[in-house]
Every structure is written in C-alpha cells, then in structure tokens.
C-alpha cells in the first residue's frame, strides 16, 4: 500500500458545486496532514493544514479519520479559480530530530463555467 | 509568502556536466527540502536537511548530493547530469516537527 494515495481525478464540476476529495494514508502513527494546491507550472502552496476535530476556512473544510486512516476535502460553491491539482500531505511520526513530509500525487480539479 | 529564492530559475545544460543549484531562505528555519517533480509521479523527495551540516537521503538520491553550510542555503549538486535529472526542482523550508513546508517558486532544469 502506498504511504499516500488520492484519486487522480480529473474531476470536473460546474461553478457552484460541491466537490469533496478523500486520501488515504498508511502509517498509523502520522501526526500532521494538511493539503496543499498546486497551480499549473507553479510551486504547491499550503491551502490549510487539518486538525482531528475537523476544521474549516471559508468554503473549504477538512476532515480528518484516524481510525480510517483518511483525510477529506470539502470545497462548497466552487469557483473558476478553484481550478488547480490538490496535493494531500501526511506527516510520519518524528524520527532523529528528522522530519519528512509524505505528498500524494494529487488530485485535479476543473471547474468549468 | 515565505522567504525562499531559488536560483537559477531556469537551465539549459549537457549531459555529463556538474550542476549546482541553490535554495536561500531569510526564514531562520530550520528544515530544507529538495525534490523533484514529474509528471506521472508527483513530488518525490531527493534529499533534506534539519540543521546545518545535518542531511539525510530522500527517496531518489542517486546521483544527487547537497550540502548546508549555513542555515541560509540548502545546495543541490548534480556530478555528472544525466538526461533522466531533467524536471522541475522545487525547494522547501519548514520551521519545526508537525509545521507545513513551504516552497520556492522552483527550477526548470533540461539536460540535453
């Protein structure tokens, strides 16, 4: 099983939707997730980091399941300029004062007029 | 945004030849990153650093080595570059354990 996995989409959904995103993780004992866009030809930018009670920042909200071993993305009234690729991001445990952080492939998003 | 500067943002260059590449932050942090990004594969870790003179490998080291002599700069050095080296390098910092990564604006390397 991959440390990371997303569905690579594409999705492609109409201004106003809803679309929601899963990723799913393989060590139990990850500590931090968040999610990042990224534009095309551009550098991943951080779009929010997750918490455990869940959390929200406008019309995106994230979800967190440790049981499942899941993390989702809720975006609501999508916009042209939600188009992008989003990478889900999961970090191990901490290991020798090192830290890595573990990046999905990302899944891409067009919103279309 | 993050003070991360790479350079140079774009490079042409021949199979066989050394290339150096190189991160600068005015962050203070303490975490760099290198990776590589294809398509088809997303980012992939080359190497990284949690202090100056600490590194450690990513997963697709080979072939690339990096040092910190400073807390300002991560160097990324490939010896002999090969066709297989040509991506878009991207950098990033990150100030402590559980905190996000943030990225430079990237490079642009072609081996000919």
């Known amino acids: 099983r991959k440390e990371v996995e997303q569905d690579p989409g594409p999705f492609n959904v109409p201004e106003g939707a809803t679309v929601a995103f899963n990723c799913t993780y393989s060590?139990?004992?990850?500590?931090?997730f968040f999610w990042y866009r990224q534009d095309c030809r551009k550098e991943p930018k951080l779009l929010m980091s997750?918490?455990?009670s869940g959390n929200e920042d406008g019309r995106f909200t994230a979800q967190l399941n440790r049981a499942s071993q899941y993390i989702s993305l809720l975006i609501r009234d999508s916009k042209l300029s939600d188009s992008a690729t989003y990478l889900c991001?999961?970090?191990?445990?901490?290991?020798?004062?090192?830290?890595?952080?573990?990046f999905g492939k990302g899944t891409k998003l067009t919103v279309n007029p | 945004d993050a003070g991360i500067t790479q350079s140079p943002r774009h490079k042409v260059t021949e199979t066989g030849t050394p290339v150096t590449l190189r991160c600068h932050q005015t962050?203070?942090?303490?975490?760099m990153y290198w990776y590589r990004q294809d398509p088809g594969h997303g980012l992939r870790l080359i190497h990284y650093?949690?202090?100056?003179?600490?590194?450690d490998k990513g997963e697709v080291s080979d072939g690339y080595s990096v040092s910190r002599s400073k807390t300002e700069d991560f160097l990324l050095t490939l010896e002999s570059a090969t066709s297989s080296q040509t991506s878009v390098y991207f950098c990033?910092?990150?100030?402590?354990?559980?905190?996000?990564?943030?990225f430079g604006d990237g490079t642009r390397l072609s081996i000919l």
């Open positions: 991001v999961v970090s191990p445990i901490t290991q020798g004062g090192s830290e890595k952080l573990v």
């Open positions: 060590n139990s004992a990850s500590q931090s």
């Open positions: 997750v918490y455990s």
């Open positions: 962050e203070n942090h303490r975490y």
């Open positions: 650093s949690y202090g100056v003179k600490d590194t």
């Open positions: 990033a910092i990150k100030q402590g354990v559980g905190q996000p990564q943030h």
